[in-house]
T-cell receptor, first 113, second 113 residues
Framework: GQQLNQSPQSMFIQEGEDVSMNCTSS?????WLWYKQDPGEGPVLLIA?????ELTSNGRLTAQFGITRKDSFLNISASIPSDVGIYFC?????????????FGKGTSLLVTP | DAGVIQSPRHEVTEMGQEVTLRCKPI?????LFWYRQTMMRGLELLIY????????DSGMPEDRFSAKMPNASFSTLKIQPSEPRDSAVYFC???????????FGAGSRLTVL
């Protein structure tokens, strides 16, 4: 599948700080998804994006589908300790095709009180 | 809804032994995916099924790996013989065909000594 480059690889921040991470693709995607994985668990969907330029929020989380359709961003505002985990971007090159998602390698987030 | 159910959650085995991982997808979901997660390679798609039929198994590492889906509510991933480099967390995920939001199980952590 297409390669997704996710950055940064890890972040170590203080509680209350804002967080930004992004994901880029070498080709155009029609869908971008952001997942969070807690330790010892499977990834859980945070936000789904289906249209270029789309900006979607879920509580303190905001994600954007890049205009070029080759990138996406996730922002977390006012981080709290329970935000700790690994955040994955995932993309699908063709809408409703049944093809599986391609995942980035994840951004590991640590939040200190 | 019990979600995607995987078993066992943890398995420790010796090199050369056969390993069978099991998955029960969410009722009504007719696409099922097996992923492998390692620190080095992140989440890798191994194989996926639509309506119990394998669609793409190009991610299966080698002939030692096999997957079956005998019915809509059960799938297995088998490794025979297992090797230490197979140590990883194996995730099963499901979705409705054509949808792209995967629901993951909690994973099966495999350690091959």
């Amino acid at each position: 599948g297409q390669q997704l480059n996710q950055s940064p690889q890890s972040m170590f921040i203080q509680e209350g700080e804002d967080v930004s991470m992004n994901c880029t693709s070498s080709s155009i995607f029609n869908t971008w998804l952001w997942y969070k994985q807690d330790p010892g668990e499977g990834p859980v969907l945070l936000i789904a994006l289906y249209k270029a330029g789309e900006l979607t929020s879920n509580g303190r989380l905001t994600a954007q589908f890049g205009i070029t359709r080759k990138d996406s961003f996730l922002n977390i505002s006012a981080s709290i300790p329970s935000d700790v985990g690994i955040y994955f971007c995932a993309g699908q090159p063709t809408q409703n095709s049944g093809y599986a998602l391609n995942f980035g390698k994840g951004t590991s987030l640590l939040v200190t009180p | 809804d019990a979600g995607v159910i995987q078993s066992p959650r943890h398995e420790v085995t010796e090199m050369g032994q056969e390993v069978t991982l099991r998955c029960k997808p969410i009722s009504g979901h007719n696409s099922l995916f097996w992923y492998r997660q390692t620190m080095m390679r992140g989440l890798e798609l191994l194989i996926y099924f639509n309506n119990n039929v394998p669609i793409d198994d190009s991610g299966m590492p080698e002939d030692r790996f096999s997957a079956k889906m005998p019915n809509a509510s059960f799938s297995t991933l088998k490794i025979q013989p297992s090797e230490p480099r197979d140590s990883a967390v194996y995730f099963c995920a499901s979705t409705r065909r054509g949808a792209n939001v995967l629901t993951f199980g909690a994973g099966s952590r495999l350690t091959v000594l």
